[in-house]
C-alpha cells in the first residue's frame, strides 16, 4: 500500500534527500533494521554499517521515556529507500496561483508530498529510537513483557521528522551512513548534567550553583567556582571542584537520604516537594563543608586566590574533584552509620593529611606517580578509610569493624603488613 507524507526535496553535495513528517505507527510499520543481509551493509568489520540492536536499552531506557513522558521528543530519524516500485515526489508549486500571496509562493514551491510504494525502508540513523517506538505501538517489548505507561496509546501518533534518503549505490550508502556516524558526537557527562530536566540529581546538582546557593560563588571575572564545562581540572585551575563531581555527592546524598532519582527508573522529573526536600539535605552538607573545612572556606572566602590554594601540597587533595567525591561518601558513613554528628565530622577532616605524596592515600586513590585512579572502588575504599579516620575513636566504630577495613585494606592495597593509622579524634 503506497505511503504518501508532506515533505520538502532538498539537496547536499549529490545527495538528493526528503524531510518529511510520519506518525509513529506508519514509521513502525512500513520501516525496518539494517540486517548482515543487506548487500551494501554485509562486508568487513569495519565497514558494517549498522550496530547490533541493543534490546536491552531499548527496553530499559527508550521504551519507558516513551511511555511515561509527556515531554516526550526524538530527534530526525534517517531511513534508506531501497528499491521501491514507487518513489515520486510531487511540489505544491504546481498549485500555485494568482491569489497565491507572494511571499509564500517560494516557500510552497520548496514543499510537496512524497509518495513511497515497496522496496525496503531501512532505518539508517536512529535504530534504537525505531525500535522503541515500534515497541510502543505494538504495546510489548522485545520480552513480550506488556508495556505500561500513561503515553502507551498516544505515541502511535506522535509525528516524526523522517529523513528519506533514495538508495544509489553501495559506496555512497556506506560513505553517508559512515559520515553521520563518525560525526554524531555523544554528550559529555558534563553537558548532561546541565541540560537534564528529568533527572533528579542534576536538577539538584545544577540547584547548588544557582544564585544565591551554596556553590555560586564567583571569581573576579565572573567565573562560577564550579567547572561546568569539562569533568577534570588543572593544577592551574581558578576552580574548586567539576560539576561532575557536585553531582556524585548530590546522589551519596540523597541515597543516604532515601531520595532516588536514576533517570533508568523514574523517567519523569520528580516532583518539587520531592526535589525541595532531597535539596535541603544536598545544601545542608555543602554548606557544612564550604564553611567548616579550611581550605574551602579560604576558597569561596577569596575566589580570586584558588590558584595559589592549589600550589599548597598540604591540602591539594583537597581540591580534587576525585577526592570530593570520596570525602562526601566518607563523611556520610561517619555521620549515619556511626552517629557522629555532621557537623563535628566535617570540623575533623582539617586534622587529616590531605597532602598527594601522603603515604595515608597511597594505593588507595592515589597510584605511583602521584596519579589520581578515578574509580568507584577506589572512591568507596577511600570513603571507607575517611570515616575510620573521623569516626574511629567513637564507640559506635568497633573492633570487628577496624579488623574488616583493615584486612579489606591489604587486600586491596595487595600490601599484608599494611597497618590502619590512628584516628585522628
Not at 597511597?362 to 572512591?379: H, W
Request: hydrophobic share 40%; aromatic share 8%; charged share 25%.
Amino acid at each position: 500500500m503506497p505511503t504518501t507524507v508532506p515533505a520538502i526535496k532538498s539537496r547536499m553535495g549529490t545527495i538528493e534527500y526528503y524531510n518529511a513528517k510520519l506518525r509513529a505507527g506508519d514509521l513502525a510499520a512500513i520501516a525496518r533494521a539494517a540486517s548482515k543481509g543487506d548487500d551494501w551493509a554485509n562486508l568487513s568489520i569495519e565497514e558494517r554499517l549498522q550496530r547490533n540492536l541493543n534490546e536491552k536499552r531499548v527496553r530499559e531506557e527508550l521504551v519507558p521515556y516513551l511511555a511515561k513522558s509527556e515531554d516526550r521528543f526524538f530527534g530526525s530519524i534517517i531511513v534508506l529507500v531501497h528499491g521501491p516500485e514507487t518513489f515520486a515526489y510531487e511540489s505544491f508549486g504546481k498549485y500555485l496561483n494568482d491569489e497565491t500571496p507572494a511571499p509564500y509562493q517560494k516557500v510552497i514551491q520548496q514543499m510537496g508530498a512524497l509518495t513511497i510504494d515497496g522496496g525496503d525502508l531501512i532505518v539508517l540513523d536512529g535504530q534504537h529510537r525505531w525500535s522503541a517506538l515500534r515497541a510502543l505501538v505494538n504495546r510489548k517489548d522485545d520480552k513480550g513483557t506488556e508495556i505500561t505507561g500513561p503515553y502507551v496509546g498516544a505515541v502511535r501518533d506522535d509525528e516524526l521528522a523522517v529523513i528519506f534518503v533514495p538508495f544509489i549505490n553501495n559506496e555512497t550508502t556506506r560513505r553517508v551512513f559512515n559520515k553521520i556516524n563518525k560525526s554524531a558526537k555523544p554528550t559529555g557527562r558534563s553537558d548532561n548534567i546541565i541540560t537534564s530536566e528529568d533527572d533528579g540529581y542534576a536538577i539538584l546538582a545544577r540547584r547548588l550553583l544557582s544564585a544565591g546557593e551554596p556553590l555560586s560563588l564567583t571569581d573576579g571575572k565572573g567565573d562560577l567556582i564550579v567547572n561546568w564545562k569539562s569533568n577534570t581540572l588543572s593544577n592551574g585551575s581558578a576552580q574548586i571542584t567539576t560539576i561532575s563531581a557536585v553531582y556524585d555527592t548530590v546522589r551519596a546524598i540523597c541515597k543516604e537520604n532515601n531520595f532516588h532519582f536514576e533517570e533508568k527508573e523514574r523517567v519523569v522529573r520528580p516532583a518539587v516537594r520531592e526535589l525541595d526536600d532531597a535539596y535541603d539535605q544536598v545544601a545542608h552538607w555543602w554548606n557544612l563543608l564550604l564553611e567548616h573545612i579550611s581550605v574551602f572556606k579560604e576558597a569561596t572566602d577569596y575566589p580570586d586566590q584558588i590558584k595559589d590554594l592549589r600550589s599548597r601540597e598540604s591540602e591539594n587533595l583537597l581540591l580534587k574533584p576525585a577526592m570530593h567525591i570520596a570525602l562526601v561518601r566518607g563523611l556520610l558513613i561517619a555521620a549515619h552509620r556511626y552517629q557522629v554528628k555532621p557537623v563535628q565530622a566535617v570540623k575533623r577532616v582539617n586534622k587529616i593529611d590531605w597532602s598527594l605524596h601522603s603515604e595515608l592515600w597511597r594505593d588507595i586513590l592515589v597510584s605511583a606517580g602521584d596519579r589520581i585512579v578515578a574509580r568507584n572502588e577506589n572512591y568507596n575504599y577511600t570513603a571507607a578509610l575517611i570515616a575510620y579516620l573521623i569516626a574511629g575513636n567513637h564507640t559506635s566504630y568497633t573492633e570487628e569493624d577496624r579488623d574488616r577495613l583493615q584486612t579489606s585494606l591489604r587486600d586491596f592495597k595487595k600490601d599484608p603488613a599494611y597497618s590502619l593509622p590512628k584516628p585522628v579524634a
